[in-house]
């Protein structure tokens, strides 16, 4: 016992120099493209936020011609939608319920991909039969049929729509989850931690889950991007938040005139796919930093 | 001497019409015309279903009564002449004695009273033979239909897909006729008999070579092809799979107009007289009040709409009737953009800005599915309802009965609507606007809309036969709905019909939801 104690201070000495998360850290920041998408995500970010607190514009105001293209009139930088709405405002104001949306959705996903996940996998049985049955359900509904029957049973709003998307994509963050369960609760500190008489709840918390935790957060982090890419195909079904400006939202209303303009579609297409892009190359640069097995590859 | 030279002339017209008949269309037979359509009908039974969808096959095996032509005069169908009484309450249809139905059996008075009472009974529109009280058929090719009051729509009541004449021996067995097995089988007396149904793809339809007009119809058969989306039905017509079609969306309908080869006319749609409108449920504040809904109809810039919206292809329509009809008041109150009255009726009305530049919060219902096809009215309301500080927020249902059943029950604050006026005042137009019609059922007077001289106006309107009389009194009508605006009228649906140039198609006001017996083609397909 007290050889442990003494044991101790040097033993957490060390990993201060070379700590997990630091050594993560300075591998994501070695990874160039991941630290490409952290700057373009930043910067997204930046940009998001000054059009929730920073701007003013009213994104339903119709400031010119309809279909203007951009440039064409001062003032008007990226032209104007099919009302004749800027564009610009819109980008500026629908940019952060986008990003509520990714970021609820994924959260959501996570809960009860790490609840159902942990469960199925840290008890076995039929406590797994039941839950993994549950969750091969879950699968096999086409998900964007599923999310769109949801999303059209409870009228759209941001909230419906997070939901939605929460509900139809936790089965592989659950599948992961109890992967990582499996394999870790035979680990000898498991065995360990029992032999002590830790309760199921701290083994869970405290022990096994800490240690799943990297791969999980990986695999949030690129639900992010598919939840937006989500949300943008459930607007342009007509089924996004009809009061809620959102980059889906404009693409959807303005697809009709996609033949006489390309604009109104194309500038909200491509605020998406930067942000997933950005959202992406993190969550590589992140799966890498914590998979040191990968890295010389 | 007067008669004589009113002969002359007579003789001298005719020789003259045939004249130009012989030299610009000589009616070709034979040939086949293949219609496209996006919509399914429930059966084929124009007696007991109403819509788009039934009335074109359904007129085509079914014969009517009368006919009627672009210009809403009367002509003779079934009927080979009819009479009024003096008092008006009573009309006597002669019917031609050669007209046998598709099994062979000959129509008879007792199929038009068959026809019409079921009808009355049956139809969702309840106006139309609402005054009759019983037919009589003193020989089999008299009907002399009794009413309780004079109804001036009963001739427009017993034309086109309104008044299919059913054969008695066939509908008659006792089952109920909204369900009845020969929907789905029909025989009539028109032009065309059903030769093969296959629900939700195509009905066949041949010539019947024993119809009561000789010589007609002078195609061989008609093809109604059902297909599932508007995007279908525009590249079928687009390359020549299809020869004629009706469409509704502003891009198709600019895109076939620049195809070669194909007419596209909004003609042939003053029947059904589709209206888009805004409806305020009157009942409830702010809407209650007659400034707050002036200053909603002064937001809107109807050049907007039309051209920016509705890319130029609908018609502009600022009253209860359609503006194509005879009793459209041209000189009723109309409504355009002015800002500073809009501000200064709601300032007036009690519903000053706050330090946020909002006057009140206000709910919009939207026509589940149908948004883009209407134009987005909605969403541009919105953009220019927070120009006189409205909030509006939209609510969509999930699906066509969800809406329908919150605008029936009165759960709405505005909603966008599309009412068709079905030919006459009396059929399509008064059930918006009578107080005795506020039903929980749509299409009703769901805005709750209250006034008693308007309800005088209709029932008069509504049971004088005198044309001039009666538009003198819509006339009236709509100075007052047009000043009150318990909806606010925004643009006719740009329904279009769409047909090779080569095929000679008379457009009645029902278009192609009438007997198509007078279609030829001009030059071989």
């Known amino acids: ?134 969750t091969e359900f879950f699968q096999v509904l086409p998900a964007l049929l599923f999310a769109m029957v949801l999303v ?43 032999s002590i008489g830790a309760s199921n709840r701290r083994i869970i918390w405290r022990v096994i889950l800490p240690n799943a935790l990297p791969p999980l957060i990986v695999s949030a982090t690129l639900t992010v991007g598919v939840a937006i890419l989500f949300e943008a195909g459930l607007s342009f079904l007509g089924l996004g938040d009809p009061n809620t400006i959102s980059w889906g939202l404009m693409i959807g209303q303005n697809r009709g005139y996609l033949l006489e303009a390309w604009w109104p579609v194309a500038i909200p297409g491509i605020a998406i796919f930067l942000t997933v892009f950005a959202v992406s190359l993190v969550g590589d640069g992140l799966n890498d930093a914590f998979n040191p097995k990968l890295r010389s590859r | 001497m007067l008669m004589k030279r009113r002969t002359l002339f007579g003789a001298l017209a005719s020789v003259l019409a045939l004249g130009i008949g012989l030299a610009t269309a000589q009616p070709r037979t034979g040939g086949e015309m293949v219609i496209v359509s996006g919509e399914n009908p429930r059966h084929l039974n124009p007696a007991v279903q109403s819509g788009v969808a039934t009335a074109v096959p359904g007129t085509q095996i079914f014969a009517s009564p009368l006919r009627v032509d672009e210009n809403w005069n009367f002509h003779p169908y079934l009927a080979q002449s009819w009479d009024w009484s003096d008092d008006g309450l009573s009309l006597t249809l002669n019917l031609v004695d050669n007209a046998v139905f598709h099994d062979g059996v000959p129509v008879t008075s007792a199929d038009v009273a068959f026809s019409i009472m079921t009808i009355k009974a049956n139809h969702p529109f309840q106006t139309m033979f609402g005054p009759v009280e019983a037919v009589d058929t003193p020989d089999p090719h008299t009907a002399i239909i009794r009413l309780s009051a004079p109804h001036p729509a009963l001739l427009l009541a017993l034309t086109g897909a309104l008044c299919p004449i059913i054969p008695q021996h066939v509908y008659g067995d006792g089952q109920d006729v909204r369900d009845h097995p020969a929907n789905n089988a029909p025989v009539g007396s028109g032009p065309f008999r059903l030769a093969e149904y296959r629900p939700g793809e195509q009905i066949t339809l041949e010539r019947f070579d024993d119809f009561f007009i000789d010589g007609r119809p002078y195609l061989d058969g008609i093809t109604i092809r059902i297909v599932r989306d508007a995007a279908s039905v525009t590249l079928s017509l687009e390359s020549g799979e299809a020869d004629a079609g009706i469409i509704t969306d502003a891009s198709a309908i600019t895109r076939l107009g620049a195809t070669d080869g194909l007419t596209v006319t909004p003609r042939g749609f003053e029947g059904i007289g589709p209206i888009q409108w805004l409806a305020f449920n009157t009942r409830v504040a702010p809407l209650d009040d007659v400034r707050v809904r002036q200053a909603i109809a002064y937001s809107m810039d109807r050049d907007f709409i039309l051209n920016a919206l509705m890319r130029g292809v609908a018609a502009s329509q600022q009253g209860p009737i359609i503006e194509s009809s005879p009793f459209f008041n041209p000189d009723m109150p109309s409504y355009n953009l002015d800002l500073d009255r809009a501000n200064a009726l709601l300032d007036e009305a009690g519903y000053p800005r706050d330090a946020d530049g909002n006057r009140f919060t206000i709910t919009m219902d939207t026509i589940p599915g149908r948004d883009s096809a209407l134009g987005n009215v909605p969403e541009y309301l919105r953009s220019q309802l927070r120009e006189v500080g409205i909030n509006v927020e939209l609510r969509t249902s999930p699906d066509f009965p969800t809406w329908a059943g919150r605008l029936a029950s009165g759960d709405f604050q505005m909603s966008m609507d599309v009412v068709f006026n079905w030919g006459d005042p009396v059929i399509g137009v008064h059930r918006t606007y009578l107080s005795s019609n506020i039903r929980p059922v749509i299409w009703s007077n769901t805005q709750g809309y209250v006034n008693a001289r308007v309800d005088e106006l209709l029932a008069e309107a509504g049971s004088t036969l005198d044309t001039d009389a009666r538009r003198a009194l819509y006339a009236e009508f709509q100075d007052i709905v047009g ?40 030059e071989d397909r």
């Open chain 1, 1 to 134: 016992m007290a050889r442990i104690h003494t044991a101790k201070p040097t033993a957490t000495k060390t990993p201060e120099a070379i700590s997990p998360m630091g050594e993560a850290w300075g591998q994501f920041l070695r990874n160039r493209p991941a630290v490409f998408g952290l700057v373009l995500l930043a910067a997204i970010v930046a940009f998001v936020l000054y059009g929730r607190y920073g701007f003013a514009g009213d994104p339903y105001r119709i400031v010119w011609g309809p279909l203007t293209a951009p440039g064409v009139r001062e003032g008007v930088y990226l032209g104007t939608d099919f009302l004749g709405r800027d564009l610009l405002t819109g980008l500026l104001k629908g940019g952060a319920p986008t990003l509520a949306v990714g970021i609820s959705a994924a959260f959501l996903t996570v809960v009860i991909g790490i609840a159902v996940g942990a469960l199925a996998g840290f008890f076995g049985g039929w406590m797994d039969d039941l839950l993994m049955r549950l």
């Open chain 1, 152 to 194: 059209t049973l409870f009228s759209p709003s941001l909230f419906t729509i997070s939901f939605a998307i929460g509900i139809v994509s936790w089965p592989p963050t659950a599948r992961l989850t109890r992967a990582e369960f499996l394999r870790i609760r035979e680990l000898e500190y498991v065995t360990a931690a029992r």
């Open chain 2, 483 to 522: 000043a009150e605006l318990p909806v606010y009228w925004i643009n006719a649906l740009p329904y279009h019909h769409v047909f090779d140039d080569r095929i000679e198609l008379p457009l009645s006001i029902w278009g192609m939801m009438q007997s198509m017996d007078e279609v030829y083609w001009t």
